[in-house]
């Protein structure tokens, strides 16, 4: 991974837990007419109660903070970049983005999707609420950017790196988040294979591609790219599946391995010169090149300080990264 980086020359970022700080808090709750908003909050969060992503954590304790309490799901299951699923008090519910509701043909979707959209333009992401079938309302959450991710984009951007967003969020959410690190490419409602098959794409045309991603879904893509990077913050998976972790989801660390990538390679290049000059030198003195003319052999005593000095210089080089600017 530290000799590919120094290549790389396209960054794709996931958004959710990469660029956010990938905790997000509910902010609101809107429902459908007819649905009390604190029965649908406690159905969802029974069923999220389950589910790993950062969405279903917002909404659990924000259930939690209102002292609901959890009824028993059955039937759960978990579509990875769409939603969770399942039966809670036998009502059948489902909570997750707008596709997904709309593969399982959720009725009377339109007025709460409309309603949605001057939230998600605020760079809030949004998840519906079904039950039984009908759209019974939708749960804002906020996912606040992370404080080092601006400098990092802008890090990146000095690099000359080409830098794209990719995230299952919705297009109003992903272009507001996108506009306020000033990335000027994003991909919007990406499923986590379209993540790996963008970033296979990228390669077969000759890029060299570093992946940033924490999901369970961004984990195919981290395999895929030249360089995974997974943020230690993030999930498992995303981890084992990367090449470098940064241990605190801290994006700058990826400037860092950059840079220090850049830097190693030189000072490694730097190291072959040390290493092969001495030789390049000494080697055919010694074999007697310059006996005939002026009589001159390599005296063993500074052969062996050459061999000496030639480890010396190397280790001494490599030595200066440990004050390498990263
Ligand atoms: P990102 O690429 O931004 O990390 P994901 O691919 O994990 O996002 O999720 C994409 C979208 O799928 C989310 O924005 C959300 O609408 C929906 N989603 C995924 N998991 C859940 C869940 N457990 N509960 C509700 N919605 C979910
Ligand atoms: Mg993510």
Redesign the pocket.
């Known amino acids: 991974a530290l000799e590919t980086l120094e290549k790389v020359d396209t960054i794709v970022l996931?958004?959710?837990?990469?660029l956010t700080e990938g905790k997000p808090r509910l902010t609101t709750i809107e429902v459908a007419e007819g649905v009390d908003p604190e029965q649908m909050l406690r159905m969802a969060a029974s069923l999220?109660a389950q589910?790993e992503?950062p969405?279903?954590k917002a909404?659990v304790d924000a259930a939690s903070e209102r002292k609901l309490e959890l009824v028993r799901v059955t039937d759960f299951a978990?579509?990875?970049?769409?939603?969770?699923e399942g039966r809670a008090d036998g009502r059948r519910v489902l909570?997750?983005?707008p596709l997904?509701h709309s593969e399982r043909k959720t009725g009377a979707m339109d007025a709460l999707l409309k309603k949605a959209e001057p939230l998600q333009q605020q760079g809030m992401?949004?998840?519906f609420v079904a039950i039984d079938g009908q759209a019974a309302g939708f749960i804002g959450v906020a996912d606040p950017i992370k404080a080092t991710t601006a400098q990092a984009i802008e890090a990146l951007h000095d690099l000359k790196l080409s830098v794209t967003m990719?995230?299952?969020?919705?297009e109003g959410?992903a272009r507001s988040v996108a506009g306020k690190l000033g990335i000027d490419q994003f991909r919007a409602g990406?499923?986590?294979k379209d993540?790996h098959e963008y970033v296979t794409a990228l390669r077969n045309q000759g890029r060299i591609v570093a992946m940033a991603?924490?999901?369970v879904?961004?984990a195919p893509a981290l395999a895929a790219a030249s360089v995974g990077i997974a943020m230690g913050t993030g999930t498992d998976v995303a981890i084992e599946s990367a090449g470098v972790t940064l241990v605190k989801g801290d994006l700058r660390g990826l400037v860092k391995a950059v840079n220090l990538s850049r830097s190693v390679m030189r000072n490694i290049r730097q190291n072959l010169f040390f290493a092969f000059i001495y030789n390049a030198l000494g080697v055919p003195i010694a074999a007697g090149l310059l006996y005939p003319v002026f009589g001159l052999l390599l005296s063993p005593i500074i052969a062996s300080a050459a061999m000496s000095l030639s480890s010396v210089s190397v280790v001494g080089n490599a030595l200066r990264l440990r004050r390498a600017k990263v």
């Open positions: 996931d958004k959710t837990g990469t999220e589910s992503h969405i279903a909404v978990s579509v990875t970049g769409g939603g969770v909570i997750g983005k997904l992401t949004v998840v990719l995230t299952g969020d919705n959410t990406v499923e986590p993540k991603g924490d999901g879904n961004d």
